[in-house]
């Protein structure tokens, strides 16, 4: 994956697609996150081919997303351990496993998530850590950062005026 010009190297967004956009990765996350390591776990539990989850793997594990860790002499065998830039990727697979349910489990959810020492259903939902407000589309807007470049600005005041236009006066 490569990145794109402009703006995006700096919108958080960009860089995130660029690092695990690709969707044998946030699989692979997922399972990661429920306890696997080894690369024939991925690959049995993904069913993708060994040439692929190589290479997924040795990106995920550059970008530091995954320790790679040798467990066995001979053969040499790898595991793949999640880091703290790894484990901070959960409340994305979090949010993606509720807005599927809320979107394509008319049936009813096959996947739910549980609190592990009570047992109870989960419902994630983002929240402000300050003021533990829920954060949505409605309530959230974009705005630069201290290392804003000055294009990245100027695309936040041109997505500002759009909003001002699109808004309903009072």
């Not at 609190?115 to 974009?142: F, K």
């Not at 630069?144 to 001002?164: D, F």
């Amino acid at each position: 994956m490569q990145a794109k010009p402009g703006v995006l190297p700096e919108c958080p967004c960009a860089a995130t697609v660029e690092t695990v956009g690709e969707w044998w990765s946030i699989l692979i996350l997922r399972d990661a996150m429920q306890g696997f390591t080894r690369f024939d776990q991925f690959q049995r539990s993904l069913g993708i081919a060994p040439n692929m989850l190589a290479r997924r793997l040795k990106h995920l594990s550059a970008s530091g997303i995954f320790e790679r860790r040798l467990y066995s002499a001979r053969p040499a065998r790898y595991e793949y351990v999640l880091t703290e830039k790894g484990r901070d990727f959960f409340p994305v697979i979090a949010a993606m496993v509720a807005w599927g349910n809320r979107h394509f489990a008319s049936e009813g959810a096959s996947l739910l998530l549980a609190d592990q020492a009570s047992g109870s259903v989960l419902d994630p939902i983002l929240v402000d850590s300050v003021s533990l407000q829920p954060i949505d589309a409605d309530t959230a807007m974009a705005v630069a950062g201290p290392q804003a470049s000055p294009q990245m600005r100027e695309r936040l005041a041109a997505v500002a005026a759009l909003r001002l236009i699109s808004s309903p006066n009072p």
